[in-house]
DNA sequence: TCCAAAGTAGACCCGTGAGTTCAGATCGGA
DNA sequence: TCCGATCTGAACTCACGGGTCTACTTTGGA
C-alpha cells in the first residue's frame, strides 16, 4: 500500500481516479498554505472541485489524506534525487562533475515541494512521528545510499579518497543543505540561482580538499 | 510541574513576575508539545498553576505569548551557543580544541529546548514570518559571526588556512548539523554522547582535511 | 491594619471545523 | 435504454478553543 504505484492509467479499484489526484493536490496544497491543523477539508474539497463526502469516501479522514499526500510526494522527490546523483559518473573532471550533481541536488532541495514537505514533516512530527521514519528511509537514506555509491566508485577509479563513503556522501549533502538552509531562511526565501550555483561550488570547493586526490 | 527556575527574586517591575516566568514556561511546553494551533490557552494557564484570566492579563493574547516565549528561549540558546565559540582559543592543540567547540555545539543543537524551538520555528513559518527573521538574525548569525572571528585569528596565528571565515563558519556547523538532524531524525530520537563525539571528531577531520594547514 | 492591585474560578459567547446523513443528480457500462 | 455505483450540495451534530466577564479572594506595601 500506500507507495501510490498510480503508475499508467489503472483500471482503478475503485471509481474515479481522478478525483482521487485531484483531491490529493488540492490537499497537499492547502495543508502546505494552512498547515495541518488549521487546513479545512471544506476547503480542500472545494480546491478540488469535489464534494466533501466525495473527500470521505476516498480517504477516511483527514489523517489518511495527510498521510497519502506525504507518499505521493516522497516517491516524486526520491525519483528526482536518485536522477540527480545518477549525473555523477566518471567521465570529466570530476571538480565539474560533482559541482553538477551538487547543483541538481539542490535545485531538487529547494523546490517548492519538497520544501513545504520537509516544513509539513517537520511540524507535525509529534503527532505523526511515523512519517518522519518513512520520508527519511525511503527518501533521505536511500539517495545517501546512492550517492555513497558513486562516491566509492569514483575512489576506485582514483579520482577520490574516500576511506568511507557512507561519510563522505552524508558529509557532502551536509555541505549543501546546511547553508541552504540558513540561506533560504529556512525555506521562506527563494534563493536566487547564482547563489545556489556559489554555495554548490564552495560545497564541492570543500569537499575535493577534504577528499580529493593528492 | 513545569518547574520554573524562579530565578534571583528580581525586584521585578510589575507585580509577580514569578508567575510571568511560570506561564512563559508552561506555554513553551505546551506548544512544544501539542504545537501552536492545538495548543489550549486553557491547558497553558493550568500547566503553570494560573486561572486563565492571569495569561490574558499578563499577555495580550496567544499570539504574543508564543513571541515572547521564542524571545526567551533565543536569547537562551544566543547565551549557551557564543559560550560554545568562546572555548575555541588558540592554545592547545588545534585539532583538539575544534573538537571541543563542536561537541559544545552540537550539544546545545541538541538540547530539547533548542530542539523544539527549531521545529516549532518550522511549524509556524507561514503564520509568524518575521520569527524566522528574528531568531536567524538574533542567534544564528550572531554565532556564525562569532565563530568566523575565532577561525579568523586561528589563520592569522597560522594554525588553519581560512580565506573566507565566513565560509568556513557556515561549513563547519554545516558538518555538525546537517548530519545531527538525520541522525535524530529532525530532532525526533535522541543521539547518544557517542555518536554526537563521533559527528563532532567527522565534522573536525574533514574541516581540518580542508582548511588546516599544509 | 488597611486597601488597591493582582489573581482565581467558572460560566459564558461565539466562531470554526471534523465528520455524518440523505435525497437527488450524474455517469458508465451492459 | 436502464441500473447501480458514484458524486453532489446542503444541512446538521458535536466538540473544542479563544477570549470576555463577573463576583470573590489573596497579597504586598505603606
Redesign the pocket.
Known sequence: MSAAGTGAGEPSV???ID??RAILDAAFAVFAR?GY?????????AEA??????????F????T?LRQAFAALADDALARNLAAVDRLTERGGTRARLEDVAVHLLTCYCDEKSRTMRRLLVAETPRFPALVDIVQEQVGDRVLQALADRLARLSVAGLLRTPDPALAAEQFTALLTAPIDRRSRLGTRRVPATELRATAKAAVGTFLAAYGPR
Open positions: 475503485r471509481g474515479r478525483k482521487r494552512e491543523t488549521q487546513a479545512g477539508v471544506d476547503v480542500i474539497a472541485g469535489v464534494a466533501k463526502a466525495t473527500v470521505y469516501n476516498h477516511g479522514g483527514k489523517e489524506l
